[in-house]
């Protein structure tokens, strides 16, 4: 199969992370017989540097003519960097809220992942960390909340503020069907995380998974109250296979997730949208103080390139075998700095890029 990616290294750290990245994908090319074909593109401060915006209209072409896009990270300093002197829709984070909106990148997958040789950094108690975890949070990405209409006006004399939490059906069963698909490529359990004892857009939201659910006989649907689902985060875990939620929702639970895996370099994610075609980067920022330092977890972005490959590819096997490339390196005590801990080999960016693709 040939494969055209668009890559976009971006800044800080993004680079680095993204360079071994790319080593995994060339070596599980080679080993599977595919052919990799690599566009590498500005965006963020880079392009700032470059063209003085963020995103440009070429780069937005350059990413839909291709079937998925890699990233990096993007951003600096926001207290140093003369990126932040510019207004703020030419800062670098509004060129990746303007290619996200131009691709329709709607569905937001965050895997959290407890690996059991990072237990340890695990802020649980051990009884809990000790059974792991690996679950998905599928986040509506362009709806709700942060989408509705909102204002701020003086009534009757008092300063008031309202935003507006819409949704439509279309909207929910889309993310719902995305959710359904990736747990039929897990193990198989969908959890729905709403308020519908409280509010009309949870309670259609409900609704609309229900119905999405007929359609998929094999996949086990249960339905949490977002309170709920909060508690049983750093209860049980382990329980969560597909947590399905909206777009606040989403925000707040995926990052609580990402705390009590231990490491936000260990994080990928994706965003699709209605086709196969993809967005993959890690969760961590670009980390300007340590960039060209070779000290950075590249991890996520390796297995952010392992998720390219299931979700935009259907190329299972060999995500699998990235993914199975990291979990050996981990075993044999291989460690970058965030991650490190007593009795472990401590290695660079580089170093660690390539322990995994010889894993491979």
């Not at 976009?8 to 680095?16: A, K, V």
């Not at 790319?22 to 593109?41: M, N, S, V």
């Not at 975890?133 to 309202?162: K, N, P, Q, S």
């Not at 193990?187 to 857009?201: I, T």
């Amino acid at each position: 199969m040939k494969l055209k990616l668009a890559v976009i290294p971006g800044d800080g750290i993004g680079p680095e992370i993204v360079r071994e990245a790319r080593k995994a994908l060339d070596k599980t090319a080679e080993k599977f017989g595919h052919e990799i074909e690599y566009t590498e593109l500005l965006m963020g401060g880079a392009s700032i540097d470059v063209h003085g915006v963020p995103l440009t209209d070429e780069t937005i072409q350059a990413a839909k003519s291709s079937d998925a896009v890699l990233m990096g990270s993007i951003g600096g300093n926001a207290a140093t960097s003369p990126w932040y002197q510019l207004p703020p829709d030419r800062r670098p984070e509004a060129g990746l809220l303007k290619l996200r909106k131009s691709l329709g990148l709607f569905a937001n997958l965050r895997p959290a992942i407890l690996y059991k040789e990072l237990r340890h950094a695990c802020p649980l108690r051990e009884e809990i960390s000790e059974k792991g975890f690996d679950m998905m949070i599928m986040r509506e990405l362009t709806g709700g909340l942060y989408f509705g209409e909102r204002r701020t006006e003086e009534i009757d004399g008092v300063l008031t503020a309202v935003d507006t939490l819409v949704y439509n059906e279309n909207e929910i069963r889309r993310i719902a069907k995305k959710a359904f698909d990736i747990a039929g490529k897990r193990r198989g359990k969908v959890c729905s995380v709403d308020k519908a004892n409280v509010l009309d857009s949870s309670r259609l939201w409900r609704k609309t998974v229900e119905e999405v659910a007929k359609d998929y006989p094999d996949i086990e649907l249960s339905h949490m109250l977002v309170d709920n689902c909060a508690m049983q985060l750093v209860k049980a875990p382990s329980q969560f296979d597909v947590i399905l939620t909206e777009n606040m929702f989403g925000d707040i639970l995926s990052d609580e997730a990402s705390m009590v895996t231990g490491s936000i370099g260990m994080l990928a994610s994706a965003s699709l949208n209605d086709t196969k075609f993809g967005l993959y980067e890690p969760s961590g920022g670009s980390a300007p103080d340590i960039a060209g330092q070779d000290i950075a977890n590249p991890i996520a972005t390796v297995l952010s390139a392992a998720m390219l490959l299931r979700y935009s590819f259907d190329l299972d096997r060999e995500a699998d075998a990235i993914e199975a490339a990291v979990q050996q390196v981990l075993t044999e005590g291989y460690r970058t700095g965030d991650i490190m801990s007593e009795g472990c080999t401590k290695v660079g960016t580089a170093e660690m890029g390539d322990l995994i693709a010889a894993r491979i």
